[in-house]
C-alpha cells in the first residue's frame, strides 16, 4: 500500500497523485478544515490514534479511500423509501441504478437469489428478518451470548429478547467447540421457528449442513448471521452458508471492508416480505450514500486482490494464534480456523478490563470478551478476543503477526511493569509507521 495513491493492499483501481503541498498535516477534508477547525482537529486525532495504534479488534476495519470517497458525497441528499422502481419519493432515477448495481453486485459475489442493501447496521438486517418472518413470541434458537453470540440472538436488553422467546444451544464443555448433535437435541426440545447461526466471537468454522439439516428436521427457517466472517467468505477463504439458509445476513465494515452498514441475502421466495420488513418496517429512509459505498466495497470484493486479503486474513490469524501459542498463551477452542481469537486471562492471573486498558496504553487496541465457562462477568470477563482483518489491510503479514504475539505475551506477562509497557509501546509505533494508514493524502 502506498499512503501516496490512497489505496489498500487489496484494491485495484487507479491511484490518485498527491500534488497537494505540505504533507506534514493531513490535507484530506480540506471543507470540514476552512470551516470547522474544532472539529477538524478532532478528525486528525482519531486519524492520529488510528495510525498510532495496532487495531486487532476483530469487528472494524479499514475502509478504503474509494468507499469512504462514495460516502462522503451528496447522494446524502436524497430520500428513497422504497424499492428501485417502486419509490414512495420522486427524483429517485438515479439512486434506482445505484441500488440495482449493489444488489446484483452482492448477488453476484455471494451467488444469491436476492440481496437486500438498505439495512443500516447488523442489527437493523437481524431486525427485518425476524420480522418477516416471525411473530412476536415465536421460538428462535441461537448460540449462548456469552458464548459467542451477539446481542441481538436474544439478550433480554436488546429487542431479539423481548420481543421473541430465544433459547440457547452451547458449546461443548470440554472442547469449546460447537457440537452438532447437542445443537440438534437442543432444536428437538425447544422445537423452534427459527435457527440462527452466527457469532461474534467464535473462533471456528460453523457446519452450515449440518444446521441445515437440523433446520429442515425440525421445520425451522435457518439464519446464518456472518455479520464476522462475511469478508472471509466473499474472498473464498471460508465456506458459504449461502447455498444452505433461507436468510444470511452480514455487516459490510467489518472482514467486507466497506462503509457501516449491513445487507441481507435470502432465497427469492423470502425477497419481498425481507424488503418489506426493512422498509417500512424497521428503517425510514435508505442511505444512498451508504448504498453507494456499499457498491464500491463489493467491486473490490470481486477483485482478484480481494481474494488474496481474504486469505492472508486468515493466515495471519493462524500466524498470531500459532506466535500467541508458542508463548504459552491459552487460547479458548486451542486456536482458530476464522479471523478471530480469545485469550484466556486465567492462566495470567488477570481480567479483561484491566487488560484492555494497559494494552490502549501500550497501543494496541483488543477488547474484553466473554468465553464459555470464562466465570467472570460479561462487564469484566476473563478473556480478550483478537482478530487479524485490520492490521491485515495495512499489508502485514506472517512475521508481523508473529512480531505482535510477542508484544501482547510480554504484556501479559508483566501487565504493571512500566519498562515492558514502554517498550512495547516503542515497538508497536514502530510497526504502525512502517505500514501506515492510506488516508492523509486522499481527499
Ligand atoms: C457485529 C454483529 C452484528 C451487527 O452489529 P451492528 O453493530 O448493529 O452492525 C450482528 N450480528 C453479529 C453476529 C455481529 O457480530
Given at each position: 500500500?502506498?499512503?501516496?495513491?490512497?489505496?489498500?493492499?487489496?484494491?485495484?483501481?487507479?491511484?490518485?497523485?498527491?500534488?497537494?503541498?505540505?504533507?506534514?498535516?493531513?490535507?484530506?477534508?480540506?471543507?470540514?478544515?476552512?470551516?470547522?477547525?474544532?472539529?477538524?482537529?478532532?478528525?486528525?486525532?482519531?486519524?492520529?490514534?488510528?495510525?498510532?495504534?495496532?487495531?486487532?479488534?476483530?469487528?472494524?476495519?479499514?475502509?478504503?479511500?474509494?468507499?469512504?470517497?462514495?460516502?462522503?458525497?451528496?447522494?446524502?441528499?436524497?430520500?428513497?423509501?422504497?424499492?428501485?422502481?417502486?419509490?414512495?419519493?420522486?427524483?429517485?432515477?438515479?439512486?434506482?441504478?445505484?441500488?440495482?448495481?449493489?444488489?446484483?453486485?452482492?448477488?453476484?459475489?455471494?451467488?444469491?437469489?436476492?440481496?437486500?442493501?438498505?439495512?443500516?447496521?447488523?442489527?437493523?438486517?437481524?431486525?427485518?428478518?425476524?420480522?418477516?418472518?416471525?411473530?412476536?413470541?415465536?421460538?428462535?434458537?441461537?448460540?449462548?451470548?456469552?458464548?459467542?453470540?451477539?446481542?441481538?440472538?436474544?439478550?433480554?436488553?436488546?429487542?431479539?429478547?423481548?420481543?421473541?422467546?430465544?433459547?440457547?444451544?452451547?458449546?461443548?464443555?470440554?472442547?469449546?467447540?460447537?457440537?452438532?448433535?447437542?445443537?440438534?437435541?437442543?432444536?428437538?426440545?425447544?422445537?423452534?421457528?427459527?435457527?440462527?447461526?452466527?457469532?461474534?466471537?467464535?473462533?471456528?468454522?460453523?457446519?452450515?449442513?449440518?444446521?441445515?439439516?437440523?433446520?429442515?428436521?425440525?421445520?425451522?427457517?435457518?439464519?446464518?448471521?456472518?455479520?464476522?466472517?462475511?469478508?472471509?467468505?466473499?474472498?473464498?477463504?471460508?465456506?458459504?452458508?449461502?447455498?444452505?439458509?433461507?436468510?444470511?445476513?452480514?455487516?459490510?465494515?467489518?472482514?467486507?471492508?466497506?462503509?457501516?452498514?449491513?445487507?441481507?441475502?435470502?432465497?427469492?421466495?423470502?425477497?419481498?416480505?425481507?424488503?418489506?420488513?426493512?422498509?417500512?418496517?424497521?428503517?425510514?429512509?435508505?442511505?444512498?450514500?451508504?448504498?453507494?459505498?456499499?457498491?464500491?466495497?463489493?467491486?473490490?470484493?470481486?477483485?482478484?486482490?480481494?481474494?488474496?486479503?481474504?486469505?492472508?486474513?486468515?493466515?495471519?490469524?493462524?500466524?498470531?494464534?500459532?506466535?500467541?501459542?508458542?508463548?504459552?498463551?491459552?487460547?479458548?477452542?486451542?486456536?482458530?480456523?476464522?479471523?478471530?481469537?480469545?485469550?484466556?486471562?486465567?492462566?495470567?492471573?488477570?481480567?479483561?478490563?484491566?487488560?484492555?486498558?494497559?494494552?490502549?496504553?501500550?497501543?494496541?487496541?483488543?477488547?474484553?470478551?466473554?468465553?464459555?465457562?470464562?466465570?467472570?462477568?460479561?462487564?469484566?470477563?476473563?478473556?480478550?478476543?483478537?482478530?487479524?482483518?485490520?492490521?491485515?489491510?495495512?499489508?502485514?503479514?506472517?512475521?508481523?503477526?508473529?512480531?505482535i504475539a510477542g508484544l501482547i505475551v510480554a504484556l501479559l506477562e508483566d501487565l504493571e511493569g512500566r519498562a515492558t509497557r514502554e517498550s512495547v509501546r516503542g515497538r508497536s509505533l514502530d510497526l504502525c509507521r512502517r505500514f501506515p494508514l492510506p488516508y492523509r493524502s486522499a481527499a
Amino acid at each position: 500500500m502506498s499512503p501516496v495513491d490512497g489505496r489498500l493492499p487489496g484494491d485495484s483501481g487507479t491511484a490518485v497523485a498527491d500534488d497537494r503541498p505540505g504533507d506534514d498535516r493531513f490535507n484530506a477534508k480540506p471543507f470540514v478544515r476552512a470551516t470547522d477547525p474544532e472539529l477538524a482537529a478532532l478528525l486528525d486525532a482519531e486519524l492520529d490514534r488510528q495510525e498510532q495504534t495496532l487495531e486487532l479488534i476483530p469487528s472494524e476495519n479499514l475502509a478504503s479511500p474509494a468507499v469512504l470517497d462514495a460516502l462522503g458525497s451528496w447522494l446524502n441528499n436524497k430520500y428513497a423509501e422504497g424499492t428501485p422502481g417502486k419509490r414512495y419519493y420522486g427524483g429517485c432515477q438515479v439512486v434506482d441504478q445505484i441500488e440495482i448495481l449493489a444488489r446484483d453486485r452482492a448477488k453476484e459475489l455471494f451467488g444469491a437469489e436476492h440481496a437486500n442493501v438498505q439495512p443500516h447496521s447488523g442489527t437493523q438486517a437481524n431486525m427485518a428478518v425476524y420480522q418477516s418472518a416471525l411473530e412476536p413470541g415465536d421460538r428462535v434458537l441461537g448460540m449462548a451470548l456469552d458464548q459467542g453470540g451477539h446481542l441481538t440472538h436474544g439478550s433480554p436488553v436488546s429487542f431479539s429478547g423481548k420481543i421473541y422467546h430465544f433459547e440457547p444451544y452451547f458449546v461443548s464443555e470440554e472442547t469449546g467447540v460447537l457440537d452438532m448433535d447437542a445443537v440438534r437435541r437442543r432444536a428437538l426440545e425447544v422445537m423452534p421457528k427459527m435457527i440462527v447461526a452466527g457469532y461474534s466471537s467464535y473462533p471456528r468454522i460453523l457446519d452450515f449442513p449440518a444446521f441445515a439439516e437440523i433446520a429442515k428436521e425440525v421445520n425451522a427457517l435457518l439464519l446464518v448471521d456472518m455479520a464476522h466472517f462475511a469478508g472471509l467468505v466473499a474472498g473464498g477463504a471460508h465456506p458459504s452458508p449461502v447455498p444452505h439458509a433461507d436468510f444470511v445476513t452480514l455487516t459490510t465494515h467489518k472482514t467486507m471492508r466497506g462503509p457501516w452498514g449491513a445487507i441481507i441475502l435470502c432465497k427469492a421466495q423470502h425477497a419481498d416480505s425481507v424488503d418489506k420488513s426493512v422498509v417500512p418496517g424497521v428503517q425510514g429512509g435508505p442511505h444512498p450514500h451508504g448504498m453507494a459505498a456499499k457498491a464500491v466495497m463489493l467491486h473490490q470484493c470481486l477483485q482478484p486482490e480481494f481474494r488474496t486479503y481474504a486469505r492472508q486474513v486468515v493466515a495471519n490469524a493462524a500466524a498470531l494464534a500459532r506466535g500467541l501459542r508458542a508463548r504459552g498463551a491459552v487460547l479458548t477452542t486451542g486456536g482458530t480456523e476464522n479471523h478471530l481469537m480469545v485469550i484466556d486471562l486465567r492462566p495470567y492471573g488477570l481480567r479483561g478490563r484491566a487488560v484492555q486498558a494497559a494494552f490502549d496504553e501500550a497501543g494496541i487496541t483488543v477488547n474484553a470478551n466473554t468465553f464459555p465457562g470464562h466465570g467472570g462477568t460479561p462487564f469484566n470477563p476473563n478473556g480478550i478476543r483478537l482478530g487479524s482483518p485490520s492490521v491485515t489491510s495495512r499489508g502485514m503479514q506472517e512475521p508481523e503477526m508473529d512480531e505482535i504475539a510477542g508484544l501482547i505475551v510480554a504484556l501479559l506477562e508483566d501487565l504493571e511493569g512500566r519498562a515492558t509497557r514502554e517498550s512495547v509501546r516503542g515497538r508497536s509505533l514502530d510497526l504502525c509507521r512502517r505500514f501506515p494508514l492510506p488516508y492523509r493524502s486522499a481527499a
